[in-house]
């Protein structure tokens, strides 16, 4: 596990979107794309560098890493609205090479299955990004879940739903999602998680120093061979 330690959040997303880019312009690039304030940073460097430097995504395939049960595509909170409205929509990736799990889909475990395959099927994720949840969630694996997981519905935890209540006014947040499981994001050849803010120091220091285990998901990337974690002083405080 590589850690970068950056003087600001800004500084967080520049050195994020250098290693994506670098990908990117090797040629057909797979993506694996993050919601949540974390990877804002990251996307914006990102679209600039599509308006001003040319960086082009039309060859380039992403999947995101979760999505709430229950919520059609076109929900405003669904994270592929979310995804498109914070990034997929200011470049020229080529909306039919955006891939999500659906949350509405009749059969959740089928559509699991079937994403889970979907990833593979297209060679694997090249470069995943990351944030990390103040409990150490990746994606939606709350503590507990299993570090050999592949998609598969969850429950969201408490204090999870408790932190993204903020984006669903009417304090409908669904209780259920979908989530690529820990063994799958390990399967991604080059995993990069940023993190910013003290609120996440204490999970950045379980991920980072604490001993592999399920309380801490995101702690299964010491088991990864090409891991690069991304930090703002905030964040790296307790390291
Ligand atoms: C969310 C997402 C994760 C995200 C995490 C942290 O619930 N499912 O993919 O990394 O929680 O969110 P944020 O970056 O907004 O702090």
Not at 44 to 57: A, K, N, P, V
Not at 82 to 94: G, K, N, Q, S, Y
Not at 134 to 146: D, K, L, M, V, Y
Request: charged residues 20%.
């Amino acid at each position: 596990m590589q850690i970068v330690l950056c003087e600001s959040a800004d500084q967080v997303g520049d050195r994020a979107a250098d290693i994506i880019e670098a990908r990117v312009r090797q040629g057909p690039a797979v993506l694996g794309l993050a919601t949540g304030g974390s990877p804002s940073s990251t996307y914006q460097e990102l679209i600039r560098r599509h308006r001003e430097e040319r960086l082009t995504f039309s060859q380039a395939t992403a999947f995101t890493l979760d999505e709430y049960a229950g919520l059609p595509p076109d929900h405003q909170q669904s994270y592929y609205s979310t995804i498109r409205r914070e990034f997929a929509d200011h470049v020229d990736l080529p909306l039919d090479r955006l891939v999500t799990p659906q949350g509405d889909a009749a059969d959740l475990v089928a559509e699991a299955e079937r994403y889970d395959s979907a990833i593979v099927a297209a060679g694997g994720v090249d470069v995943q990004i990351l944030g990390i949840g103040a409990n150490g969630h990746i994606g939606f694996n709350e503590p507990t879940s299993s570090l050999a997981s592949r998609t598969r519905v969850k429950t969201l935890a408490g204090a999870t739903r408790a932190a993204n209540a903020r984006f669903f006014p009417d304090g409908d947040v669904p209780r259920l999602c979908l989530t690529q499981g820990l063994g799958t994001i390990r399967e991604a050849k080059l995993a990069v998680l940023v993190a910013m803010g003290e609120t996440k120091a204490s999970a950045v220091q379980a991920m980072v120093e604490g001993p592999v285990s399920a309380h801490c998901p995101a702690s299964v990337l010491q088991l990864h061979r090409r891991a690069v974690v991304i930090l703002d002083p905030g964040a790296a405080s307790q390291l």
